[in-house]
T-cell receptor, first 112, second 111 residues
Framework: DTEVTQTPKHLVMGMTNKKSLKCEQH?????MYWYKQKAKKPPELMFV???????INESVPSRFSPECPNSSLLNLHLHALQPEDSALYLC???????????FGPGTRLTVL | EDKVVQSPLSLVVHEGDTVTLNCSYE??????LLWYKQEKKAPTFLFML????IEKKSGRLSSILDKKELFSILNITATQTGDSAVYLC???????????FGEGTQLTVNP
């Protein structure tokens, strides 16, 4: 299995909702990443996990809360988001930090 | 601050043409440069370059890195409509895990 999967594909939520994005890979990769991508812009790094521990937090607001329950799963918990948080959220994984990253298809998030 | 500049930002060609996409960079303690292809979905990894002068090739695509002049090029020969996409260049520097992306080149291949 050489794929990174993400669910849901699309998500519409209100500013008071709580939702979660999920990412899964079965390539044995020990590094996983969350990126945010706005329209016509390159992806911006949000979080990096290495061996299930948070390694990098790119000054992301606390309304985004990552979680890595095991080496195959990465979640992004969302609470009290703003309309400007609407974007494509991409998950990626790599064998180790510093290796080539493989991206999932993304979750298209719309905050009303 | 690491910086990646891609050119051109947009390119329209006809099927069969050859295109060259450019990527110049400024990065502290360069480690690698990556090329991605992004269509409507997530970026698809193309090449990772770490050494100068060694061409990486995959079918009609090839790429080379010049660490002295701090740039890379991505060549696509005999372009097809399926090559239409945004091509992203990214560099990894001293931080190891952080990728700095360029703005991308929007390539459109017309039949």
């Amino acid at each position: 299995d050489t794929e990174v999967t993400q669910t849901p594909k699309h998500l519409v939520m209100g500013m008071t909702n709580k939702k979660s994005l999920k990412c899964e890979q079965h390539m044995g990769h020990r590094a996983m990443y969350w990126y945010k991508q706005k329209a016509k812009k390159p992806p911006e790094l949000m979080f990096v996990y290495s061996y299930e521990k948070l390694s990098i937090n790119e000054s992301v607001p606390s309304r985004f809360s990552p979680e890595c329950p095991n080496s195959s799963l990465l979640n992004l918990h969302l609470h009290a988001l703003q309309p400007e948080d609407s974007a494509l959220y991409l998950c990626a994984s790599s064998r180790l930090i510093g290796d080539t990253q493989y991206f999932g298809p993304g979750t298209r998030l719309t905050v009303l | 601050e690491d910086k990646v500049v891609q050119s051109p930002l947009s390119l329209v060609v006809h099927e069969g043409d050859t295109v060259t996409l450019n990527c110049s960079y400024e990065v502290t303690n360069f480690r690698s440069l990556l090329w991605y292809k992004q269509e409507k979905k997530a970026p698809t990894f193309l090449f990772m370059l770490t050494s100068s002068g060694i061409e990486k090739k995959s079918g009609r695509l090839s790429s080379i890195l010049d660490k002295k002049e701090l740039f890379s090029i991505l060549n696509i020969t005999a372009t097809q409509t399926g090559d239409s996409a945004v091509y992203l260049c990214a560099v990894r520097g001293a931080s190891g895990s952080r990728l700095t992306f360029g703005e991308g080149t929007q390539l459109t291949v017309n039949p």
